[in-house]
């Protein structure tokens, strides 16, 4: 059963990095899949903010470009989010997801964790 | 970027009736369009994939269909345990785009 968690810090001052990783167990995370970050205000809905590759390989929404790094680290299993500059209104549940190589869905998700940007 | 509009925003429902719920796709999506239900203080879950497939360990009473701009997603009798959000997500394009989502409540 594959299954991923997100760790980090749950407060980042303003202009602070928000950084997260998430650790991916039952599955290899060189298998072919993309390692999403998807995030969620409170109270509101869902914004896909990228994914990556084993191999390095990303994409990002244009939206968040400008301030998103995602990397990889194969001998961990896990993978990782930077977020530059952050402001209020990047507070939000952030969720690492799987999504099968192709135009295919995001199964499974982690449990999220809440990131709130605050002095 | 695609816009997905999905209605009602919110629907009250009694246990064993049909609920159903709209997703417009701003442009064509093909069938690369799946459903989720995120219950309170949970991560979503897949429900449907490929706008009409079954996802393994899911309950038959949730169904969709459609493709290219509109979709629609029922669960045709609603039991208790229902009561959630339900999102809607294009695949098709970058960037990949969520509706507003859906929230279920039993009346």
């Known amino acids: 059963q594959v299954q991923l968690q997100e760790s980090g810090p749950g407060l980042v001052k303003p202009s602070d990095t928000l950084s997260l990783t998430c650790t991916v167990s039952?599955?290899?995370?060189?298998?072919?899949?993309?390692w999403g970050w998807i995030r969620q205000p409170p109270g509101q809905g869902l914004e896909w903010i990228g994914y990556?590759?084993?191999?390095?390989?990303?994409h990002y929404n244009p939206s968040l470009k400008s301030r998103v790094t995602m990397s990889v680290d194969t001998s961990k299993n896990h993978f990782s989010l930077k977020l530059t500059s952050v402001t209020a209104v990047d507070t939000a549940v952030y969720y690492c997801?799987?999504?099968?190589?192709?135009?295919?869905?995001?199964?499974?998700w982690g449990r999220g964790t809440l990131v709130t940007v605050s002095s | 970027d695609i816009v997905m509009a999905q209605s009602p925003p919110y629907v009250s429902v009694t246990p064993g009736e049909e609920v159903s719920i709209a997703c417009r796709a701003s442009?064509?999506?093909?069938?690369?369009l799946y459903w989720y239900q995120q219950k309170p203080d949970q991560a979503p879950t897949l429900l449907i994939k490929?706008?009409?497939q079954s996802v393994s360990g899911v309950p038959s009473r949730f169904s969709g269909r459609g493709s290219g701009t509109d979709f629609t997603f029922t669960i045709s009798s609603l039991e208790p345990e229902d009561a959630a959000t339900y999102y809607c997500?294009?695949?098709?394009?970058?960037?990949?785009?969520f509706g507003g989502g859906t929230r279920v409540d039993i009346k």
């Open positions: 997801a799987r999504k099968k190589d192709g135009r295919n869905p995001f199964d499974p």
């Open positions: 039952g599955d290899s995370i060189r298998s072919p899949n993309w």
């Open positions: 990556i590759y084993y191999t390095g390989s990303v």
């Open positions: 442009e064509g999506i093909g069938n690369y």
């Open positions: 490929f706008a009409s």
């Open positions: 997500q294009q695949g098709y394009v970058h960037p990949l785009t």
